[in-house]
């Protein structure tokens, strides 16, 4: 397999939203090695995911979660668009809507997702847990040498409704991507292919509550930048790259996230 055809899977940036998708028939296999600094705590996560493409322009894809180390009292979030950081098992469903080739070798394209989160521990910041839902549509242009994707998420988790419930925050993520690949680096193989991204990604939580009450400490508005490195080789990838703090807006004296790192390993087939 060219590693042209590779960023297809959709899985050029670590953390933000991306359009394409694979092809009939493809597979591919990642995993993905979460790092989290909030405050004094420290959370640690790997994360399995298959998808296969349906079509050329749907895909599916489940991913599990093994948490390493994941402390009482963290504050969930998301961290990778296409895998969250909490221990939900989720299963996605992507569909490449449009699409329109300006250009040999670039495209602008749209790309919808839906997803569905089921917990794996039974109570998350003090309140219950309940299978979720969420939706995400990205819009972007890619070629052989600029990619640049925006896109927006939201999640939503199906607790009961009432006064008396307990219920995580909804979570809206956003997410800005632009990347680059250098001159040496479009050729074939043998020679590998490195792509430079610039990755902007924002979560705005809503407040936890617990028997119907909201949490003080719980939700707000946080916005992390960062740079990250994919990297290419016949059927091999790997990506990697930190994601700091520029703006944090959150509702009580909960902490703050220091430094998101991610590492993550594909492997298509």
């Not at 349906?54 to 599990?64: K, R």
């Not at 219950?128 to 939201?154: D, E, H």
Request: hydrophobic share 40%; aromatic share 12%; net charge positive.
């Amino acid at each position: 397999m060219a590693p042209a055809a590779a960023l297809a899977t959709g899985h050029g940036p670590v953390y933000g939203l991306a359009t394409p998708t694979l092809g009939k028939g493809g597979w591919s296999l990642d995993v993905a090695v979460m790092d989290r600094i909030v405050g004094g705590k420290h959370m640690a996560m790997v994360r399995p995911m298959v998808s296969y493409g349906l079509t050329e322009d749907v895909q599916i894809s489940l991913s599990l979660p093994m948490p390493l180390y994941v402390p009482q009292g963290l504050p969930h979030a998301r961290t990778m668009a296409m895998m969250p950081a909490n221990p939900d098992v989720e299963f996605l469903l992507g569909w490449r809507f449009h699409r329109r080739g300006p250009a040999v070798g670039s495209r602008f394209e749209s790309t919808a997702y839906l997803g569905f989160d089921y917990p794996t521990d039974p109570v998350r910041g003090g309140a219950r847990t309940s299978p979720g839902l969420y939706g995400a549509a990205v819009t972007g242009y890619a070629s052989r040498s600029v990619y640049l994707w925006v896109g927006g998420l939201y999640r939503r988790y199906m607790s009961p409704i009432g006064d008396t419930v307990d219920h995580p925050g909804d979570l809206v993520m956003y997410s800005f991507v632009l990347g680059y690949r250098p001159g040496f680096f479009r050729k074939e193989l043998p020679h590998p292919d490195w792509r430079l991204f610039v990755e902007a990604v924002g979560e705005r939580s809503a407040r936890d509550r617990v028997a119907g009450r909201g949490l003080p400490d719980s939700g707000g508005h946080q916005v992390f930048v960062g740079p990250t490195l994919l990297g290419l080789y016949g059927p091999w990838g790997i990506s990697f790259g930190p994601l700091f703090p520029v703006y944090s807006k959150l509702n009580g004296s909960q902490p703050k996230d220091h430094v998101r790192m991610v590492m993550n390993y594909t492997y298509w087939f």
